[in-house]
């Protein structure tokens, strides 16, 4: 493949935007392609090479990049009348419906403009809701680039910031433990339950390989914080209206938050975040309670249009049922590969989601096992290898990944996420053609 024209760009990139990129996750070494279009599952670059896609915007892309024709009329439609307004419109009254009428904990939906904003707010709102400060947060979860959750530090403790830029003070208020580490919870909440606003808690770790809930887990969430007096709060900034279909993954796993965050499939591909939950709760946000939340942009009609429009396209046909399909073809695919070629690696992810973990270790016998991916399945013989938490993703072969298995991908004419922590997605674009095609080039590049 030629690069010359996207090594040409990222050489005028470095001269006007920090490290070339506007987000550090799109700097991959030596330097990234750019993309000049979309075209259904695939991307085309500056250079006209074209990939099959899985990165999908990292996550917001569910239709692909083709949006079908009422779709896109309804957004040109939108748009043809004006980009905003400063004022209410039905769109917004519109999606919350569609949201409330979907999700089980959701009677009220505040929009923002990113998922960053949905999680602070929620953050917010817990506080001002329960009148208390600390906040629980899982170790690899991520929540956006919010001071409340760039935190790290020791299991139970009061952490640390995890970025320049954020006051001790910040991080003070926010405590870590492991995912899927129910003992770890119960002692945090033993210790100090009546100062804990909030459980924030990804039902899939998006950010760390798509790692997914052991039995029980999210139940004990739920649990403890009813025993305390705190909220739990799920984001499923990117799990929302991808895994579990329209009742999402708190659906999928039967749990029932507190507080929702949703952003990336709500907005069809353009910036979008929201709040959802119970009026209870919800009208404590401003102008109905005392928790200050504001925004310029909030409910911007074209990406509300947007992902309504989306939405309801994904409600009215089989697009659920064909993501379903085509993940457990993709993953059953994969693990059949690894059977093979590394029996050590790991295939995990739900629904249109997927990822392959590098982990170091595996069973000698691997009859039995998970047929689609990692179901943290007591009875799997990959139960003790499979990763569970951030830890054991980061003890993987992440260098390999990073720096022979993703370059090497791109050469087959696969894109995927930048790194071993990334997940990745497939859309409704996707079809049975593509998902061989990136078999063959795992096996090829494995």
């Known amino acids: 493949m030629h690069d010359e024209r996207s090594r040409e760009l990222y050489d005028r990139a470095l001269s006007v935007l920090p490290g070339g990129v506007n987000s550090p996750v799109r700097a991959v070494r030596p330097y990234p392609f750019f993309v000049e279009r979309g075209d259904g599952a695939h991307v085309v670059d500056a250079d006209g090479n074209k990939y099959i896609d899985y ?25 043809s009348d004006g980009p905003m307004y400063g004022a209410p419109t039905e769109v917004e009254v519109e999606l919350a419906e569609f949201i409330a009428r979907h999700v089980q904990s959701v009677e009220m939906v505040r929009f923002v403009n990113s998922g960053t904003e949905a999680t602070t707010s929620a953050v917010r709102l817990a506080r001002g809701y329960t009148g208390r400060d600390k906040i629980v947060v899982m170790q690899g979860g991520y929540h956006g680039a919010q001071e409340s ?18 006051p001790d003070a910040f991080a003070e208020e926010t405590i870590t433990v492991p995912f899927n580490d129910e003992r ?72 029932t938050p507190d507080l929702t965050t949703f952003a990336k499939v ?61 993940g457990d073809q993709l993953r059953s695919g994969l693990a059949d590969i690894l059977e093979d070629e590394a029996p050590e690696y790991t295939v995990t992810g739900y629904d249109s989601m997927f990822k392959v973990v590098f982990t170091r270790d595996g069973p000698r016998d691997l009859s039995g096992q998970c047929e689609a991916g990692c179901r943290q399945d007591p009875d799997c013989p990959r139960f003790d290898y499979c990763p569970k938490s951030k830890a054991d993703v ?53």
Request: hydrophobic share 40%.
């Open 55 to 79: 990165v999908m915007g990292y996550g917001p892309l569910l239709l692909g990049h083709g949006l079908p024709q009422e779709v896109e009329s309804r957004i040109q439609s939108q748009l």
């Open 266 to 326: 709500i907005g069809g591909g353009f910036p979008v975040g929201a709040i959802g939950g119970p009026a209870e709760i919800m009208e404590s946000f401003t102008p109905t309670g005392d928790v200050f939340q504001a925004g310029t942009y909030s409910g911007h009609p074209l990406s509300l249009t947007a992902g309504l429009e989306m939405l309801r396209y994904a409600a009215e046909n089989d697009v659920y049922d064909h993501l379903a399909d085509l």
């Open 184 to 255: 770890a919870v119960r002692e945090v909440f033993e210790e100090r339950g009546d100062e804990i606003a909030a459980v924030l808690a990804e039902p899939i770790l998006g950010n760390c390989a798509s790692v997914g809930p052991v039995e029980g887990y999210l139940d004990t969430l739920r649990e403890v914080t009813d025993d305390h007096g705190a909220l739990l709060v799920f984001d499923e900034v990117m799990t929302g209206f991808r895994v579990g279909g329209l009742q999402c993954a708190q659906g999928k796993f039967g749990v």
């Open 149 to 166: 959750t760039l935190v790290e530090g020791k299991t139970g403790g009061t952490g640390s910031p995890s970025s320049s830029g954020i």
């Open 394 to 446: 980061s003890a993987a072969e992440t260098e390999r990944w990073e720096r022979l298995f993703w370059p090497a991908m791109k050469e087959q004419g696969v894109f995927l996420t930048a790194n071993q922590y990334e997940s990745q997605f497939l859309s409704y674009a996707h079809t049975d053609e593509d998902v061989e095609k990136t078999l063959e080039a795992y096996k090829e590049v494995l």
